[in-house]
């Protein structure tokens, strides 16, 4: 199959997405000249059409009307190939093993975390859209080898935002890792401590996050928990699972610790 960036047509196969008027995205395949022989694929390819033009939609590529050129059109299959690697590798990444006590209603869960160890920055503020990327690099660099040590430590997810008064950002450590064994920061920011067992609400939505959709599920998961009449206490958590450049399956979650009885 060939891929062609045209100028629309009376080609009914030719899709389109727009991001900024007045540019559009404007796409088809060229297909062998025997249609009928081909239409039991097009099921597939519709498929395919609508995952790539959204993610050309989300990037805001911007692409000339005339046909593609081979010097573009190799470097954005290789970036979609880049892109959906990264995804899949980030989905694999060491996770902390919750306990999924109980499941209420609207994608609510009642979970059970057990203790962590984590690398912990203090930020000014707990909006994610002002501090999210600053708190995310600091500690992003202690574990890239930022560190008396110059150890590298593995990614885990989720990156968690503690967003109360006081509000902060940790990583969760690799479960091999004692507090003690531990590089200590260069960085006079980051701290490495430990946070005891915890009993969450947790909820969970996918796409992009930021300030007006985690509040959103703030609410949604204090409207829940009333129902339930289930006592909670401050502050929420913020939970993200994916790389800032993630496209495909992104996670996350609002959270808020229970009261225990």
């Avoid at 009928?36 to 805001?60: D, P, T, Y």
Wanted: proline share 5%.
């Amino acid at each position: 199959m060939q891929w062609v960036f045209e100028d629309f047509g009376r080609d009914d196969r030719i899709r389109t997405c727009d991001h900024t008027p007045p540019r559009r995205v404007r796409y088809r395949t060229a297909l062998h000249p025997d249609w009928a022989n081909v239409q039991k694929f097009q099921k597939h390819e519709n498929r395919l059409f609508s995952i790539i033009s959204q993610q050309m939609c989300v990037w805001g590529v911007v692409l000339p009307n005339t046909p593609m050129k081979g010097y573009l059109k190799w470097p954005l299959v290789g970036a979609l190939v880049l892109i959906g690697l990264n995804s899949f590798y980030m989905s694999k990444i060491e996770k902390p093993a919750y306990t999924v006590e109980r499941k209420l209603e609207n994608n609510v869960e009642i979970r059970l975390y057990p203790n962590m160890v984590v690398a912990k920055m203090d930020l000014e503020g707990a909006s994610f859209d002002e501090y999210g990327s600053q708190g995310f690099r600091s500690i992003a660099s202690y574990i890239f080898g930022n560190n008396q040590s110059q150890q590298k430590i593995a990614m885990t997810s989720p990156v968690i935002m503690e967003q109360g008064e006081e509000a902060s950002m940790y990583f969760v450590m690799p479960k091999q890792y004692a507090k003690s064994d531990l590089p200590t920061p260069n960085s006079s920011k980051v701290k490495i401590d430990e946070v005891s067992a915890k009993r969450l609400a947790v909820v969970r939505f996918g796409g992009w996050a930021n300030d007006k959709r985690i509040e959103k599920h703030q609410q949604e998961l204090i409207q829940q928990l009333d129902k339930e009449k289930i006592a909670y206490k401050k502050p929420f958590l913020f939970m993200a699972y994916n790389a800032p450049w993630d496209v495909f399956g992104r996670r996350n979650e609002v959270a808020v610790e229970l009261e225990t009885h």
